[in-house]
């Protein structure tokens, strides 16, 4: 059995009036992808956010406890333990530094070994080609999927057994999309565990191991990606389900990639 | 009912210390669309589908080319000539947040179109709006909130019910689905095969996401790097796809 | 309106209004009446802060004064939102060569300290307060006219004003109803601001003798007045002092809580999307 690093329990957090989550219980384990599936203000964003304690300051976890490998949350574990992808990366970028600038600040503020060839290492690894032009070009000079692969490539460098990745295929187009999947695919060859948040159910099944369905600030729906067609499945599940096979059918009678592959 | 000739759109690097560079960004466009048919333009992102909308729309000028619209030159229309065009050729944006002003209520983003073309007294453009928002099954509580107290979904129900408060003949969807969520996604598509039928609109489709465009459109056309790539008719089907093609198939 | 230290502010600016409007009322004695005899007049229960050196009530003089602050502030005002408003925002929404030419001449107006360039209109138009009021004015509209100008700029870039332009609306309606209201806001904010800023203005000059003429009630006439007897007197500059002291700072504090509040409502707009 592998290991639970971050496991979640009961986990309920809200403004002064308004309850965000309700009772959110689970575990990722070693070398694992877990996917929040979930609408927009489904609680995806804030449950990511409670994990790295990391809540608006108007949000206050009320109850529940979050233990990351057994122990409670410290400072430290930022960026060591956990690190996270954000949903549109052309704004998490400062467009004054260069990328490298940037990459080397990062690196050292988490006392981690820099070096030019590691750098060049990582970002290789993501399959960008000619890192040392990506190290001296700005922000705005990348497109999206570029500056996507340089934020794994930083979460990679900084050795943290979790990534949280928010989003990270929304900005970019299917393609795009289908290389970053990949990408994190890969990851989790490299013995990482990565907690996926995302709306489409297209992109949860093609990465995740386990599947959590939000609605509304709960967990409603658990399950293995085998058991994802299973009866006993959430009403809401179901409802994605078909949305998303009624999204593939179509006049043309052309039947679209995966989709079939996979069934 | 749209026809474009042969447009091709160059971006001028305009700095002043820097070497004068100049980026093609279209070339060589030419596309009939006949009316009842509706297109689709499919390409990812920095293809150029954003640039051609522009120019369909006459917001940029190309710098060569044609773009004809029943009978007319867009290109030589001035502004309040335009006006003419946009009653029969509306636009619903990527982003229905940023298209609409947030301190709009829904009742005044509908009721905008509206007062530009017709001159009705005021409770017979709340009977109008009140119809238009049952059309895209919006509840008529809604009325007078403010925009950006809606979700996104409904959000894009407002700005598709706000195009077509002017009764378009073509409807140019700006990438206005894939901000959404997939359940929504579906509930407008939906939507807009409905009103296809109710109103005798013609759509125009722009997306990267090939599954909008198989589901609406009857014409295709696949942009890469600003040229023509592949063009499909739904009567023969798809035949012979480019290989970058068959890559947006894999969703 | 749950902030205190507003409520308090505003119930300030409002005694200063309502003292201007019913100054008639208020003040015990008229602000011209004479009384050689009793100049210097000590404080006493029927001249409240005693009188001036031709014996003139000196809390009448105030009360009265108020009135002219108001005015000419309220007029400087209204003349510069009106002139910024109209360059501002047909140098932004129209751009190029006619951009370019008005912030030309706006360049040209902010290149002079203002007290100096309004020194010079004043010699030009001659002394009074009406030509004050140009004068502050025409030193100040620039400024003004370069942030709406800027702001003009920001907002016709949003995607909701390309959406108008393709819903059919005028270049007019445009402007009105989607870039007019978003400017307006934050110029009346940074207008309050200045409202401090401007009043020390029409005062200073009315010191020097320039704006308002001697025998009016004006708080910058008086501290002008009272000038020659600041030895034995000093109270007499105290007492319009304070007044223009505290007027400022109200006008000045509301400001700044109206741009708090403006910007977390900006705020919280944005963090919704």
């Known amino acids: ?263 | 009912m749209l026809k474009c000739e042969n447009i091709s759109k160059i971006y001028n690097d305009k700095s002043w210390f820097s070497k004068k560079e100049s980026i093609k960004v279209l070339e060589n466009i030419s596309f009939h669309l006949k009316q009842g048919r509706s297109m689709g333009f499919a390409g990812r992102n920095g293809a150029g589908k954003s640039t051609l909308m522009r120019i369909i729309l006459g917001l940029e000028k190309a710098e060569e080319g044609s773009v004809i619209f029943m009978g007319k030159n867009i290109h030589s229309l001035k502004y309040n000539e335009l006006k003419n065009i946009y009653k029969d050729m509306q636009v619903v944006f990527q982003n229905p947040q940023s298209s609409m002003n947030p301190q709009f209520t829904v009742y005044d983003v509908i009721k905008e179109p509206i007062e530009n073309y017709y001159n009705y007294k005021k409770d017979e453009i709340k009977d109008i709006v009140l119809n238009l928002l049952s059309a895209v099954k919006l509840s008529e509580d809604k009325l007078y909130k403010n925009i950006m107290h809606l979700s996104g979904g409904e959000q894009q129900r407002v700005a598709i019910a706000r195009a077509l408060s002017v009764r378009p003949k073509l409807l140019i969807l700006d990438e206005a689905l894939s901000s959404l969520d997939m359940i929504i996604q579906a509930e407008i598509i939906k939507l807009l095969e409905e009103l296809k039928e109710k109103y005798n609109l013609s759509y125009l489709v722009i997306s990267h996401d090939i599954r909008i465009i198989l589901k609406l459109c009857d014409d295709i056309i696949f942009l890469e790097n600003g040229i023509i790539k592949d063009r499909f008719f739904i009567e023969q089907g798809i035949n012979n796809p480019s290989d970058s093609f068959k890559n947006m198939m894999i969703v | 309106m749950k902030d205190k230290g507003l409520i308090i502010l505003f119930s300030i600016l409002a005694l200063i209004i309502l003292s201007a409007l019913f100054a008639p009322f208020i003040a015990p004695y008229s602000p011209y009446e004479v009384d050689i005899t009793n100049k210097f007049a000590p404080v006493t229960s029927s001249h409240i802060l005693g009188t001036d050196h031709l014996g003139r009530d000196v809390f009448s003089r105030i009360i009265y004064g108020t009135r002219m602050s108001l005015i000419s502030i309220l007029a400087t005002i209204f003349l510069v939102l009106l002139f910024s408003l109209i360059v501002g925002s047909i140098a932004g929404f129209r751009g190029g060569l006619f951009d370019s030419i008005l912030m030309r001449i706006c360049d040209v107006f902010l290149t002079f300290p203002t007290f100096i360039l309004a020194l010079f209109f004043i010699g030009v138009l001659g002394v009074g307060l009406v030509n004050v009021i140009i004068a502050i004015a025409l030193t100040h509209w620039a400024w003004y006219a370069r942030i709406v100008r800027s702001i003009v700029l920001e907002t016709k870039q949003k995607n909701y004003v390309t959406a108008a332009k393709c819903l059919g609306s005028s270049r007019l309606k445009i402007i009105l109803k989607h870039i007019m209201p978003k400017v307006l806001s934050q110029v009346i904010i940074l207008a309050t601001l200045d409202l401090g800023h401007m009043m020390l203005h029409v005062a200073g000059l009315s010191f020097l003798g320039l704006g308002v003429q001697a025998p009016t009630a004006e708080w910058g006439v008086m501290i002008n007045d009272a000038a020659p007897y600041i030895r034995e007197h000093p109270e007499l500059m105290l007492y319009p002092g304070i007044c223009i002291f505290i007027t400022v700072a109200v006008f000045n504090s509301i400001g700044e809580k109206l741009r708090d509040i403006y910007e977390a409502a900006q705020y919280s707009r944005e963090s919704e999307i």
């Open chain 1, 1 to 263: 059995m592998n290991k639970k690093l971050i496991s979640i329990n009961k986990l309920s957090a809200g403004t002064k009036n308004h309850q965000i989550l309700h009772d959110i219980s689970f575990d990722i384990n070693e070398c694992e992808i877990v996917c929040l599936l979930g609408q927009s203000g489904s609680g995806k964003t804030m449950t990511a956010l409670s994990i790295l304690n990391m809540l608006p300051v108007n949000v206050m976890q009320t109850s529940g406890t979050i233990l990351y490998d057994d122990k409670p949350f410290n400072e430290n574990m930022r960026g060591s333990f956990i690190s996270m992808i954000m949903q549109s990366p052309a704004s998490c970028f400062d467009s004054v530094f260069t990328i490298g600038a940037q990459f080397k600040d990062i690196l050292i503020s988490n006392n981690k070994e820099y070096s030019i060839e590691r750098v060049c290492s990582m970002i290789e690894k993501v399959e960008l080609k000619n890192p040392h032009d990506i190290l001296n070009s700005y922000p705005f000079q990348l497109s999206g999927g570029m500056l996507q692969r340089v934020m794994i490539a930083i979460a990679l460098s900084l050795d943290s057994k979790v990534i949280i990745a928010d989003e990270p295929t929304s900005d970019l187009d299917i393609a795009g999309q289908k290389e970053i999947i990949d990408l994190i695919l890969k990851l989790k060859n490299e013995n990482k565990s990565i907690l996926m948040i995302t709306h489409n159910l297209a992109v949860a099944k093609s990465c995740a191991d386990k599947i959590a369905v939000m609605e509304q600030g709960r967990i409603v729906d658990f399950f293995n990606k085998t058991e994802l067609f299973a009866e006993k499945r959430h009403r809401y599940t179901k409802e994605l389900i078909s949305a998303n096979n009624w999204l593939y059918e179509n006049k043309w009678d052309i039947d679209l990639g995966e989709n079939n592959a996979e069934m």
